[in-house]
Antibody
Framework: QVQLQESGPGLVKPSETLSLTCTVS??????????WSWIRQPPGKPLEWIGY???????NYNPSLKSRVTISRDTSKNQFSLNLNSVTAADTAVYYC???????????WGQGTLVSVSS | DTQMTQSPSSVSASVGDRVTLTCRAS??????LAWYQQKPGKAPKLLIY???SLQNGVPSRFSGSGSGADFTLTISSLQPEDFATYFC?????????FGQGTKLEIK
Protein backbone atom coordinates (compact mmCIF):
# COMPACT_ATOMS: atom_id res chain seq x y z
CA GLN A 1 0.00 0.00 0.00
CA VAL A 2 1.43 3.32 -1.09
CA GLN A 3 1.59 5.97 1.62
CA LEU A 4 2.61 9.60 1.35
CA GLN A 5 3.50 12.01 4.14
CA GLU A 6 4.09 15.75 3.85
CA SER A 7 6.55 17.57 6.10
CA GLY A 8 7.76 21.13 6.43
CA PRO A 9 7.17 24.42 8.22
CA GLY A 10 3.61 25.40 9.03
CA LEU A 11 4.37 29.12 8.93
CA VAL A 12 6.22 31.08 6.28
CA LYS A 13 6.81 34.83 6.10
CA PRO A 14 5.63 36.86 3.13
CA SER A 15 8.16 37.08 0.26
CA GLU A 16 10.02 34.00 1.53
CA THR A 17 10.08 30.47 0.11
CA LEU A 18 7.66 27.72 1.09
CA SER A 19 9.41 24.34 1.14
CA LEU A 20 7.69 21.01 1.66
CA THR A 21 8.82 17.40 1.32
CA CYS A 22 6.75 14.33 0.60
CA THR A 23 8.07 10.99 1.79
CA VAL A 24 6.72 8.00 -0.10
CA SER A 25 6.56 4.46 1.26
CA UNK A 26 5.23 1.29 -0.30
CA UNK A 27 6.43 2.14 -3.79
CA UNK A 28 9.28 3.80 -5.63
CA UNK A 29 8.93 7.25 -7.16
CA UNK A 30 11.10 6.11 -10.09
CA UNK A 31 8.94 3.23 -11.30
CA UNK A 32 5.51 3.08 -12.88
CA UNK A 33 3.90 5.74 -15.04
CA UNK A 34 3.00 7.95 -12.12
CA UNK A 35 2.83 11.68 -11.64
CA TRP A 36 4.09 12.59 -8.19
CA SER A 37 2.10 15.71 -7.54
CA TRP A 38 1.50 18.67 -5.31
CA ILE A 39 -2.05 19.95 -4.87
CA ARG A 40 -3.25 22.70 -2.59
CA GLN A 41 -6.53 23.87 -1.11
CA PRO A 42 -6.84 27.41 0.25
CA PRO A 43 -9.33 27.72 3.13
CA GLY A 44 -12.85 27.46 1.78
CA LYS A 45 -11.67 27.31 -1.83
CA PRO A 46 -11.36 24.63 -4.50
CA LEU A 47 -8.40 22.37 -4.98
CA GLU A 48 -5.58 23.57 -7.24
CA TRP A 49 -3.06 21.32 -8.97
CA ILE A 50 0.37 22.89 -8.49
CA GLY A 51 2.47 20.52 -10.56
CA TYR A 52 4.13 17.16 -10.74
CA UNK A 53 7.36 15.30 -11.23
CA UNK A 54 7.01 12.29 -13.46
CA UNK A 55 8.65 8.95 -12.63
CA UNK A 56 11.26 9.82 -15.27
CA UNK A 57 12.15 13.07 -13.51
CA UNK A 58 10.47 15.45 -15.93
CA UNK A 59 8.29 18.15 -14.42
CA ASN A 60 5.17 20.07 -15.34
CA TYR A 61 3.78 23.08 -13.51
CA ASN A 62 0.47 24.91 -13.41
CA PRO A 63 0.97 27.99 -15.63
CA SER A 64 -0.57 30.16 -12.92
CA LEU A 65 2.31 29.28 -10.58
CA LYS A 66 5.05 28.31 -13.00
CA SER A 67 7.27 31.33 -12.40
CA ARG A 68 7.45 30.57 -8.66
CA VAL A 69 7.39 26.77 -8.43
CA THR A 70 10.05 24.08 -8.46
CA ILE A 71 9.37 20.39 -7.83
CA SER A 72 12.39 18.15 -7.34
CA ARG A 73 13.16 14.72 -5.97
CA ASP A 74 15.66 12.74 -3.93
CA THR A 75 15.50 9.21 -5.24
CA SER A 76 17.83 7.88 -2.55
CA LYS A 77 15.25 8.88 0.07
CA ASN A 78 12.18 8.21 -2.10
CA GLN A 79 11.07 11.79 -1.56
CA PHE A 80 9.91 14.64 -3.72
CA SER A 81 9.76 18.28 -2.76
CA LEU A 82 7.97 21.53 -3.47
CA ASN A 83 9.52 24.98 -3.43
CA LEU A 84 7.25 27.98 -3.90
CA ASN A 85 9.00 31.33 -3.75
CA SER A 86 7.85 34.89 -3.14
CA VAL A 87 4.84 33.73 -1.15
CA THR A 88 1.94 35.96 -0.14
CA ALA A 89 -1.12 35.45 2.03
CA ALA A 90 -2.86 34.02 -1.04
CA ASP A 91 -0.55 31.00 -0.79
CA THR A 92 -1.99 30.04 2.60
CA ALA A 93 -3.48 26.60 2.05
CA VAL A 94 -3.48 22.95 2.95
CA TYR A 95 -0.82 21.39 0.75
CA TYR A 96 -1.19 17.77 -0.32
CA CYS A 97 1.23 15.48 -2.05
CA UNK A 98 -0.33 12.78 -4.16
CA UNK A 99 0.33 10.03 -6.69
CA UNK A 100 -1.61 10.46 -9.88
CA UNK A 101 -2.19 8.25 -12.86
CA UNK A 102 -2.58 9.82 -16.30
CA UNK A 103 -6.23 10.23 -17.15
CA UNK A 104 -7.34 8.83 -13.81
CA UNK A 105 -6.52 11.44 -11.20
CA UNK A 106 -4.94 11.29 -7.77
CA UNK A 107 -5.30 7.81 -6.35
CA UNK A 108 -3.11 8.17 -3.27
CA TRP A 109 -2.88 11.27 -1.10
CA GLY A 110 -0.91 12.44 1.88
CA GLN A 111 -2.87 13.68 4.87
CA GLY A 112 -2.15 17.30 3.98
CA THR A 113 -0.29 20.02 5.83
CA LEU A 114 -1.50 23.54 6.53
CA VAL A 115 0.95 26.25 5.57
CA SER A 116 0.13 29.77 6.65
CA VAL A 117 1.84 32.82 5.19
CA SER A 118 2.08 35.56 7.77
CA SER A 119 4.62 37.89 9.29
CA ASP B 1 -7.26 26.01 -18.65
CA THR B 2 -10.45 23.99 -18.67
CA GLN B 3 -12.96 25.43 -16.20
CA MET B 4 -15.12 23.03 -14.21
CA THR B 5 -18.48 24.14 -12.80
CA GLN B 6 -20.44 22.08 -10.30
CA SER B 7 -24.06 22.40 -9.34
CA PRO B 8 -25.62 22.79 -6.93
CA SER B 9 -23.06 24.26 -4.54
CA SER B 10 -24.87 22.54 -1.69
CA VAL B 11 -27.73 20.10 -1.34
CA SER B 12 -29.65 18.69 1.61
CA ALA B 13 -30.87 15.12 1.57
CA SER B 14 -31.90 12.29 3.85
CA VAL B 15 -30.48 8.83 4.44
CA GLY B 16 -31.86 6.53 1.77
CA ASP B 17 -32.38 9.29 -0.81
CA ARG B 18 -31.08 9.14 -4.36
CA VAL B 19 -28.92 12.16 -5.16
CA THR B 20 -27.44 13.39 -8.42
CA LEU B 21 -24.66 15.96 -8.60
CA THR B 22 -23.69 17.75 -11.79
CA CYS B 23 -20.39 18.90 -13.28
CA ARG B 24 -19.87 20.85 -16.49
CA ALA B 25 -16.61 21.43 -18.33
CA SER B 26 -15.87 24.59 -20.32
CA UNK B 27 -14.77 22.43 -23.27
CA UNK B 28 -15.05 18.88 -24.52
CA UNK B 29 -13.07 16.58 -22.24
CA UNK B 30 -14.43 13.32 -23.66
CA UNK B 31 -14.66 10.97 -20.66
CA UNK B 32 -11.65 12.33 -18.83
CA LEU B 33 -13.42 13.14 -15.60
CA ALA B 34 -12.89 12.09 -12.01
CA TRP B 35 -15.02 12.48 -8.90
CA TYR B 36 -13.69 12.78 -5.36
CA GLN B 37 -15.25 12.74 -1.92
CA GLN B 38 -13.75 14.92 0.81
CA LYS B 39 -14.66 14.91 4.49
CA PRO B 40 -13.64 17.74 6.85
CA GLY B 41 -9.96 17.69 7.71
CA LYS B 42 -9.24 14.79 5.36
CA ALA B 43 -7.66 14.42 1.95
CA PRO B 44 -9.96 13.85 -1.01
CA LYS B 45 -10.73 10.25 -1.93
CA LEU B 46 -11.03 9.15 -5.54
CA LEU B 47 -14.44 7.63 -6.26
CA ILE B 48 -14.86 7.56 -10.03
CA TYR B 49 -12.43 7.95 -12.93
CA UNK B 50 -12.90 8.20 -16.69
CA UNK B 51 -16.42 9.41 -15.95
CA UNK B 52 -17.93 6.05 -15.00
CA SER B 53 -15.23 3.68 -13.72
CA LEU B 54 -15.55 2.86 -10.02
CA GLN B 55 -12.31 3.06 -8.07
CA ASN B 56 -11.38 -0.10 -6.16
CA GLY B 57 -13.14 -0.36 -2.82
CA VAL B 58 -15.79 2.28 -3.54
CA PRO B 59 -19.35 1.11 -2.85
CA SER B 60 -21.52 0.34 -5.86
CA ARG B 61 -24.14 2.88 -4.77
CA PHE B 62 -21.82 5.46 -6.38
CA SER B 63 -22.03 5.79 -10.14
CA GLY B 64 -20.88 8.29 -12.72
CA SER B 65 -22.02 9.10 -16.21
CA GLY B 66 -21.57 11.59 -19.00
CA SER B 67 -19.15 12.53 -21.73
CA GLY B 68 -18.11 15.63 -23.62
CA ALA B 69 -18.86 18.48 -21.25
CA ASP B 70 -21.68 17.30 -19.00
CA PHE B 71 -21.31 14.76 -16.22
CA THR B 72 -23.19 13.44 -13.23
CA LEU B 73 -22.39 11.60 -10.03
CA THR B 74 -25.28 9.63 -8.56
CA ILE B 75 -25.53 8.11 -5.11
CA SER B 76 -28.35 5.61 -5.28
CA SER B 77 -29.20 5.35 -1.57
CA LEU B 78 -27.48 7.81 0.74
CA GLN B 79 -25.72 6.41 3.76
CA PRO B 80 -24.69 8.44 6.83
CA GLU B 81 -21.03 8.27 5.81
CA ASP B 82 -21.78 9.84 2.41
CA PHE B 83 -22.38 13.31 3.79
CA ALA B 84 -19.32 15.17 2.56
CA THR B 85 -18.14 17.52 -0.18
CA TYR B 86 -17.78 16.16 -3.71
CA PHE B 87 -15.40 17.53 -6.33
CA CYS B 88 -15.13 16.81 -10.02
CA UNK B 89 -11.83 17.10 -11.88
CA UNK B 90 -10.95 17.01 -15.55
CA UNK B 91 -8.05 14.68 -16.28
CA UNK B 92 -7.65 15.38 -20.00
CA UNK B 93 -5.28 18.32 -19.97
CA UNK B 94 -2.78 19.51 -17.42
CA UNK B 95 -3.35 21.34 -15.13
CA UNK B 96 -6.01 18.92 -14.01
CA UNK B 97 -8.58 21.47 -12.85
CA PHE B 98 -11.20 20.89 -10.18
CA GLY B 99 -14.72 22.11 -9.72
CA GLN B 100 -15.61 24.24 -6.74
CA GLY B 101 -17.37 21.38 -4.99
CA THR B 102 -20.88 20.36 -3.92
CA LYS B 103 -21.52 20.02 -0.20
CA LEU B 104 -23.95 17.23 0.60
CA GLU B 105 -25.65 17.88 3.91
CA ILE B 106 -28.08 15.97 6.06
CA LYS B 107 -31.67 17.18 5.87
Amino acid sequence: QVQLQESGPGLVKPSETLSLTCTVSGGSITTGLYFWSWIRQPPGKPLEWIGYIFYSGSTNYNPSLKSRVTISRDTSKNQFSLNLNSVTAADTAVYYCARADQGVGATYWGQGTLVSVSS
Amino acid sequence: DTQMTQSPSSVSASVGDRVTLTCRASQDISSWLAWYQQKPGKAPKLLIYTASSLQNGVPSRFSGSGSGADFTLTISSLQPEDFATYFCQQTKNFPYTFGQGTKLEIK
